[in-house]
């Protein structure tokens, strides 16, 4: 199973991969986290922690990069599922040739669809655990006393709302894409976070 997540910032992206996961037993492969990660290695260039920490995008060859060397992985052999890649149409040419080279291919796309103002909601009050990065969020899913919480970089309210924009300049003419390839399924991501899973559950069983 190869399965791509897109959707703006706050869509539920993580959240959702996570219990897709493990659900078909696959790794959840996110660029937004292994760019958090070479941040505080202190490896990632201090000119791309800047572009981060603003909203805006990486360039496609460093995430090509990292989703070519982390697909490699034996864990990856089997499948997939990205998230929050690719966010560009050069990045899905490049995932195209990356999985057509392995007689690979992927099996669909799925879009949460979120109005703004409950991303921007959902972004500004997420929290995160460090030690087991589960995914909180201060009024829907309150964290336990005792986790040991991380307020991103970026989820101060305004730079929520450049990676709103970001999203929608950037990812447009990606949802065409993937449209035309007959692969794309556009869930709505509103209302508690098990119906939005049986919504993904059904749209990849659909398309297995
Ligand atoms: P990335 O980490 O991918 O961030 P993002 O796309 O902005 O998405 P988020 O992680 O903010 O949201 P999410 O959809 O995962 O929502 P979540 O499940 O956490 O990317 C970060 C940065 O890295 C980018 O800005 C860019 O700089 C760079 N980057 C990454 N990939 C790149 C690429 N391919 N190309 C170039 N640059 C790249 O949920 C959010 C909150 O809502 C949580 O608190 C959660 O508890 C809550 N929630 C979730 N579902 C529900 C629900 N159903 N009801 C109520 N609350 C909910
Ligand atoms: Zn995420």
């Given at each position: 199973?190869?399965?791509?997540?897109?959707?703006?910032?706050?869509?539920?992206?993580?959240?959702?991969?996570?219990?897709?996961?493990?659900?078909?037993?696959?790794?959840?492969?996110?660029?937004?986290?292994?760019?958090?990660?070479?941040?505080?290695?202190?490896?990632?260039?201090?000119?791309?922690?800047?572009?981060?920490?603003?909203?805006?995008?990486?360039?496609?060859?460093?995430?090509?990069?990292?989703?070519?060397?982390?697909?490699?992985?034996?864990?990856?052999?089997?499948?997939?599922?990205?998230?929050?890649?690719?966010?560009?149409?050069?990045?899905?040419?490049?995932?195209?040739?990356?999985?057509?080279?392995?007689?690979?291919?992927?099996?669909?796309?799925?879009?949460?669809?979120?109005?703004?103002?409950?991303?921007?909601?959902?972004?500004?009050?997420?929290?995160?655990?460090?030690?087991?990065?589960?995914?909180?969020?201060?009024?829907?899913?309150?964290?336990?006393?005792?986790?040991?919480?991380?307020?991103?970089?970026?989820?101060?309210?305004e730079t929520v709302r450049n990676r709103i924009d970001v999203y929608?300049?950037?990812?447009?003419?990606?949802?065409?894409?993937?449209?035309?390839?007959?692969?794309?399924?556009?869930?709505?991501?509103?209302?508690?976070?098990?119906?939005?899973?049986?919504?993904?559950?059904?749209?990849?069983?659909?398309a297995q």
């Amino acid at each position: 199973m190869r399965l791509v997540f897109v959707g703006p910032p706050g869509a539920g992206k993580g959240t959702q991969a996570k219990l897709i996961c493990s659900r078909w037993q696959i790794p959840q492969i996110s660029t937004g986290d292994m760019l958090r990660e070479a941040k505080a290695n202190g490896t990632l260039p201090k000119e791309l922690v800047e572009k981060m920490s603003k909203g805006g995008l990486v360039p496609d060859e460093v995430v090509i990069d990292l989703i070519r060397k982390r697909t490699e992985l034996p864990d990856a052999a089997n499948g997939f599922l990205l998230d929050g890649f690719p966010r560009t149409v050069p990045q899905a040419e490049a995932l195209n040739e990356l999985l057509s080279s392995k007689g690979h291919k992927l099996n669909v796309v799925v879009a949460l669809q979120v109005p703004k103002d409950l991303l921007v909601e959902r972004a500004v009050l997420r929290r995160t655990d460090k030690r087991t990065g589960q995914i909180y969020h201060l009024k829907y899913k309150p964290p336990p006393p005792d986790a040991d919480l991380e307020h991103r970089a970026d989820d101060q309210e305004e730079t929520v709302r450049n990676r709103i924009d970001v999203y929608e300049k950037m990812t447009a003419d990606l949802l065409p894409f993937y449209e035309k390839a007959g692969l794309l399924k556009r869930i709505d991501g509103v209302g508690e976070v098990e119906a939005v899973t049986q919504r993904v559950i059904s749209a990849v069983e659909a398309a297995q």
